[in-house]
C-alpha cells in the first residue's frame, strides 16, 4: 500500500513547525497534492513528499519507525490498534508507534494530559510498593509512575494487550472494573483518570455494594463511584489521585458523599488542573487516625506546578454546610483577603506616546507573513502559530497587529481572515517602535482587567460584608 504522512508527519521528518508546512504549499506550486484525508487535514504520499524535500535541498529524515508508522496509517481508523499489536518491533519502536496511535486518536482515547500525569504521579510516590490504575487504557499513568509493583484494569481488550505490551513487567487484566472487578490486592497508590458522564456506569447491579463506605452514587454520579472505587483498592493509609469533572465537587445529588468524606478524613486536596477538571487527591482512611481539621483547596495553579508541599487552607467546617462545594473556585467567595491581595498587586502603568502622522504604505499581514518565513514561532490570540525571521519582520510588531486585528472583530461576524487585514508596511526599525508600543498597550490592558476583578472583588465583599471602608 502507499504510504501516506498527514502535515504533522512532514513537520516532524523535516524538523520544523506545521507553519512552515503550510507556508511551503502557499508557497510552491510543486508541492505535492493531497491524495486523501481532509480538507483540514489532508493526507500526501511520503514517496512525494520526500521527492519534493530532495528537490528543494530540505534536511529531512524518515526512520525506520516513521515508517511503520505510515504503513499503519494505511489501515482502517477501527482496525488500528489490532495493527499497532501485530507489529514486531522493540519497546523503543513501540513506544514511538504508540504515542502517533494516541495522537491519531486522541478523543476516542482522551489520554490524560502530560503535565497532569506527571503532577498526579509526583503527589502519590510509592516507590517501593504497589501502584494501580484501575482504568489504565494504554497505561500511560502506570508506566509514569515509578513503583516496584503496577497493576492496571481496562475495559477496552485492545488497550488493555497495548498496555501489556508497553509495561511487560505489569500485571493488566480486561474488563469493566466497577462492575467486575479483577484486582484483588491493595495498592500503595492509586492514580485514575475514569470515564466521565458515563450513565451506564451500573448502578442498578451495584446497588449495596460494599465499596460505598461513603454512600451509594446516584445514576448521575459515575465519578463518586470510581472515587469510593478507588479508595477501596488503596492500603489504609494510602493515597489517591483521581481526575474529576469540577460539577462533580459541587452537584447536589452528591453532597451526602462528599460530606461523608469529609467526616471520614478521606479527602486531602481538591485542585483545578484545568477548566472544567480537577484533581481531587484522597487518602484511604486509617482507622487509628484522626480526621483532619482542613484540606487543601487549590483554584487554577499557573502551569499546573504545585508547591513541594501542598498547604491546607480550608477548615472542613467550613465546608460541611447546606451544599458541601468542595470547588476550589470557592475560595474566589473569600472577597475580603483577595480584595486586600488585589489591590497590593495592582498598578496602572502608562500609556504609551502616540502621535498623528502620515499614513505609511500599507501591505496585509499575510504579505508580512510570506516575506519574512523563518524559525521563530509567534502565537496569535487564537493559537494560531506563525514561524518567522526576526531580523525580517518584528515578533512584537506581528503580536500586536494579530491582537488589533481580530480585536476589529464585528460582533456578529462569523470568521475573520486575519491575514487580509490592511496594515502599515514598514521597515525593522519602525516596526520595533510599534512592537514597544503595543507592548504597553497590552500592559495597559492586563491592568485594566486586573482593576475590574478589583471593582468586582470590592462590590461582593462589601455586599456580603466580609469587607468594609477603613
Not at 477501527?78 to 519497546?91: F, I, N, R, S, T
Request: hydrophobic share 35%.
Amino acid at each position: 500500500m502507499d504510504e501516506t504522512v498527514n502535515a504533522g508527519d512532514i513537520a516532524r521528518l523535516a524538523d520544523v513547525g506545521r507553519a512552515a508546512v503550510s507556508n511551503w504549499r502557499r508557497r510552491f506550486d510543486d508541492f505535492p497534492a493531497p491524495v486523501g484525508g481532509t480538507a483540514s487535514s489532508p493526507l500526501y504520499l511520503l514517496r512525494d513528499v520526500e521527492a519534493w524535500l530532495r528537490r528543494n535541498g530540505k534536511p529531512f529524515n524518515v526512520s525506520p519507525a516513521d515508517r511503520l508508522w505510515t504503513q499503519l496509517r494505511t489501515v482502517d481508523d477501527l482496525k488500528l490498534g489490532p495493527a499497532l499489536l501485530a507489529v514486531e518491533a522493540d519497546a523503543a519502536t513501540f513506544e514511538f508507534l504508540h504515542e502517533r496511535y494516541a495522537a491519531t486518536h486522541s478523543r476516542l482515547l482522551n489520554p490524560t494530559p502530560p503535565e497532569i500525569a506527571r503532577l498526579m504521579v509526583s503527589l502519590t510516590e510509592a516507590h517501593d510498593g504497589t501502584v494501580t490504575d484501575p482504568s489504565c487504557g494504554t497505561g500511560s499513568l502506570l508506566k509514569l509512575a515509578r513503583a516496584r509493583r503496577k497493576v492496571g484494569q481496562e475495559l477496552d481488550p485492545v488497550l488493555a494487550a497495548i498496555a501489556r505490551r508497553r509495561l511487560p513487567d505489569a500485571y493488566i487484566v480486561d474488563g469493566d472494573s466497577l462492575r467486575h472487578n479483577g484486582i484483588f490486592e491493595r495498592a500503595d497508590a492509586v492514580l485514575c483518570d475514569p470515564p466521565w458522564h458515563d450513565r451506564a456506569w451500573g448502578h442498578e447491579e451495584l446497588i449495596g455494594d460494599p465499596r460505598w463506605t461513603h454512600g451509594q452514587p446516584s445514576r448521575g454520579e459515575p465519578e463518586l463511584a470510581w472515587a469510593q472505587h478507588c479508595l477501596h483498592l488503596a492500603k489504609p493509609g494510602s493515597p489517591v489521585a483521581i481526575l474529576m469533572p469540577s460539577a462533580a465537587a459541587t452537584r447536589r445529588a452528591g453532597k451526602r458523599i462528599r460530606g461523608n468524606l469529609l467526616r471520614a478524613g478521606a479527602v486531602t486536596a481538591v485542585i483545578t488542573v484545568q477548566p472544567g477538571r480537577d484533581l481531587w487527591l484522597l487518602r484511604h482512611p486509617h482507622p487509628s487516625d484522626r480526621a483532619p481539621e482542613h484540606v487543601t483547596l487549590l483554584d487554577s495553579p499557573d502551569g499546573i506546578d504545585i508547591p513541594e508541599s501542598l498547604e491546607p487552607n480550608t477548615r472542613v467546617l467550613d465546608l460541611l454546610d447546606d451544599d458541601v462545594d468542595l470547588s476550589p473556585g470557592r475560595l474566589r467567595g473569600q472577597h475580603g483577603r483577595a480584595y486586600v491581595e488585589s489591590r497590593l498587586k495592582y498598578s496602572m502603568p502608562d500609556p504609551p506616546e502616540l502621535h498623528d502622522r502620515a499614513l505609511p504604505p500599507m501591505t496585509t499581514i499575510g504579505d508580512l507573513l510570506r516575506t519574512a518565513p523563518g524559525p521563530h514561532p509567534v502565537t496569535s490570540p487564537t493559537g494560531a502559530v506563525y514561524e518567522i525571521d526576526p531580523t525580517r519582520l518584528d515578533p512584537d510588531y506581528l503580536t500586536g497587529l494579530l491582537r488589533a486585528a481580530l480585536a476589529r472583530t464585528p460582533t456578529g461576524s462569523t470568521r475573520l481572515d486575519v491575514r487580509r487585514t490592511q496594515v502599515p508596511s514598514l521597515p525593522l526599525h519602525e516596526q520595533r517602535k510599534y512592537g514597544r508600543a503595543f507592548t504597553q498597550l497590552r500592559a495597559l490592558e492586563s491592568s485594566l482587567e486586573g482593576a475590574a476583578e478589583l471593582v468586582r472583588l470590592g462590590y461582593n465583599g462589601l455586599l456580603t460584608g466580609q469587607i468594609g471602608p477603613a
